[in-house]
């Protein structure tokens, strides 16, 4: 009888980068549990990590290419699959130019190290400017705001949560999440410790969410109003004298702007519109502000809303008004053994905006990729620059993307589409070719996005633990043949050899940075707390903070226009704010198909106040339809005073209803998609994220008779 063995490795499963110790015999897991002496995580695990087997062992899971025909989905050949991607491809672009092609890269890319350095050289060699990615669903504003404060878009300040005295917390439920763009494994318990030694957490959201069950405080808020609290916040902080801005005082510009342009919001004024007293707002800025340390998060909530670019702006110009950038215990930059940002020195890649613009919206790109929320428009607009094809990579922008029943009918009207993903789901089945990757335990894996984002600058490198068979292809193997039948040049690297480039950059020389030097240390390698690194680290031309950059400044009228409109606005024909959720058990739309993590209590429901639902009479578990200016759907209310009235929440990645996919267990568990709801219309128009917060709809119940029609 073989011998159990043991493999270490990390968890790509969600952005918390947990630490995995799995028990094996030939091919079957025995089990999966935390890795206790991984340095980040320290043997947590959620739910998700043993859906890796799920995973592995799925029946639905693609292993080699199918195309669609006539007659139905067909196997064909990998070089069958490449010699007519090729061809198709090319003709297109023969016939209607180099952009005819458009690209979509879902969020699974940056849990991939294959798909994250092999995808933007193949993308490049096709020479379209028609690139989108999930990153302008909800994460833009954070790139936004780093690129024109810090110079750099991914100069991301991160909570340095084990050693703040105050964490306030706006549109985030990192409890859940674990920590988004900000790598914080077991987060509830790393919560509690700042209470347990004696700090305070202070939760801002319209929902009683499992983070606020954590802190010492939850704070109501109107969705979408976040930025008028932020400018509160600061004229307090200033009125009151309570600026301090520690070593970089003589790193910063703009104060006295902020000083100035924040007098136009004074919490009397500010208090009746977001739903708090004005009372309320000065006292929270008095604690954030004399705490020890204090460090504000802003995250989902912050960034998919209409001003969205504002609130993570001033996100980061509360932080640093009060000593709280740069500082242990305030937000602190990472420096990971594959520093991306230290690296732009020598590749020049620190960001763009606005050097382009997409042909129906006019919409600015932003890093050589135009928001998503242009897409549909893109494809369905006759003229120059019109997409004719798509290529997707590992993402499901139907379920996760606005209007996702406007790009289910670009999609369909497409000449040709290629899609690399493991499923065939409700994007790839619009496909002609699907192109599966090895995925999970049958890949390695080093995290090169999310150290760059982590609460602790550690390292580690996963080897696959099951080898592939002979039949399937690896992510970067797909993505270089690809790019090679585009260049006619061949990459002379594989997976490996490209980090080993990559670290000989890196700024640890012991021991010295290599793969093989990084198997040895299968849970990890710990480099310690975050540190200072300012001014050195800015990318700004003279080395300084931009605290009140002009864009910023000049998208304030924008926001002041909101402001009057609310303090004279009525109830409209749509009296409910909708926002999302996510839960513990899901990330996105990607987590579905697992039994283990679906089974249970419905989680696909419209979360509804109890007030609310008594007002429109309304049962628990009972059917209604929500219907807002693009669409309706129908799903079961779940009835709780962790809503604030008049917001109503239903989780997104659902809406696994539609025909044509072949993912029976997600089918089984379809629920209903919130982007059938919002409009790909609303955006923050600094930024050009989608704005999923707030999105207005109305309730009806399902009547009887309406049951039969």
Avoid at 365 to 389: M, Y
Avoid at 394 to 411: C, D, H
Avoid at 469 to 488: A, M, V, Y
Avoid at 603 to 610: A, K, M, P, S, V
Wanted: glycine share 6%; with cysteine.
């Amino acid at each position: 009888m073989n011998e159990i063995k043991t493999h270490y490795r990390t968890c790509n499963l969600c952005e918390s980068m947990c630490g995995l110790e799995i028990k094996y015999q030939n091919n079957t897991i025995i089990s999966i549990k935390g890795d206790k002496n991984d340095p980040l995580s320290k043997g947590h695990i959620c739910p998700k990590a043993t859906a890796l087997e799920d995973l592995y062992n799925d029946k639905d899971r693609l292993k080699t290419p199918i195309k669609r025909t006539k007659i139905g989905w067909v196997a064909v050949s990998w070089e069958e699959a490449y010699h007519e991607i090729e061809t198709s491809l090319k003709r297109i672009q023969n016939k209607y130019g180099k952009n005819a092609i458009g690209s979509y890269r879902g969020n699974p890319t940056v849990h991939n190290t294959g798909l994250t350095l092999f995808s933007a050289p193949f993308l490049k060699s096709l020479g379209s400017n028609q690139k989108y990615t999930a990153t302008s669903v909800d994460q833009l504003p954070h790139h936004f705001a780093s690129l024109f404060m810090f110079g750099h878009y991914l100069m991301l300040p991160i909570p340095d949560i084990d050693r703040t005295d105050f964490m306030l917390i706006m549109g985030g439920n990192p409890a859940v999440s674990n920590g988004s763009i900000m790598t914080a494994p077991d987060f509830a318990n790393r919560l509690k410790a700042i209470k347990k030694r004696g700090g305070k957490v202070v939760v801002i959201d319209p929902r009683f969410t499992e983070t606020a069950k954590i802190a010492n405080t939850h704070y109501y808020i109107k969705p979408g109003t976040d930025a008028f609290l932020l400018l509160a916040l600061i004229h307090v902080i200033f009125e009151e004298n309570l600026t301090k801005l520690a070593h970089l005082e003589t790193h910063i510009n703009g104060l006295e702007t902020i000083k100035e342009i924040v007098k136009n919001y004074p919490s009397k004024k500010i208090a009746k519109i977001i739903g708090f007293t004005s009372e309320e707002i000065q006292q929270l800025a008095r604690n954030f502000a004399t705490s020890k340390t204090a460090v504000c998060y802003g995250r989902m909530g912050l960034s998919t809303q209409e001003f969205g670019g504002l609130c993570q702006w001033l996100v980061n110009v509360l932080n640093c008004i009060t000593g709280n950038l740069d500082i242990e215990g305030g937000a602190l930059f990472t420096k990971p053994i594959i520093d991306i940002v230290e690296m732009s020195k020598i590749t020049g890649k620190i960001g763009s905006f606005d050097t382009k613009r997409s042909s129906v919206q006019q919409l600015p790109e932003f890093t050589d990729e135009f928001p998503v929320a242009a897409l549909a428009d893109e494809i369905l607009t006759p003229g120059e620059n019109q997409i004719k094809a798509m290529i997707t990579i590992a993402g499901n922008p139907v379920l996760s993307t606005p209007n996702g029943k406007k790009l289910e009918k670009a999609f369909e009207s497409l000449e040709y589409m290629v899609a690399i993903d493991i499923y065939l789901n409700e994007t790839t089945k619009y496909a002609h070719i699907i192109l599966p990757t090895t995925t999970g335990l049958e890949t390695p894996l080093y995290d090169l996005i999310f150290h760059q984002f982590a609460i602790r600058n550690t390292a580690k490198y996963s080897e696959a633990l099951f080898k592939k068979t002979k039949e399937q292809r690896h992510d970067w193997e797909i993505l270089k043949e690809l790019t090679k039948r585009f260049t006619g040049k061949e990459n002379p690297l594989n997976l490996e050899q490209t980090l080993d480039y990559m670290l000989q950059f890196s700024s640890y020389k012991v021991p010295k940075m290599s793969i093989s030097t990084l198997k040895k240390y299968p849970h990890g390698l710990d480099f310690g707390a975050l540190k200072p690194q300012l001014p050195q680290r800015l990318f700004t031309t003279d080395k300084k903070i931009e605290l009140a950059h002009p864009l910023f400044i000049a998208d304030l009228k924008r926001l002041n226009k909101k402001l009057n409109s609310l303090e004279t606005k009525t109830i409209a024909n749509y009296p409910f704010s909708l926002i999302g959720r996510r839960h513990l058990r899901s990330n996105n739309s990607w987590m579905h198909n697992s039994k283990r993590l679906v089974k249970g209590k419905k989680r696909c429901t419209l979360l509804i106040n109890t007030k609310d639902a008594n007002l429109l009479k309304l049962k628990e578990n009972q059917k209604v339809i929500v219907t807002s200016n693009v669409g309706q759907v129908k799903l079961p209310i779940e009835i709780t005073d962790t809503m604030m009235p008049r917001v109503v929440s239903i989780p997104h990645g659902w809406g696994h209803h539609r025909k044509g996919t072949n993912m029976e267990i997600a089918q089984q568990h379809a629920g209903v998609s919130i982007n059938d709801l919002t409009d790909a219309k609303n955006i923050d128009c600094l930024t050009g994220n989608a704005d999923f917060s707030s999105t207005k709809v109305k309730i009806e119940a399902i009547q009887i008779a309406s049951i039969f029609n």
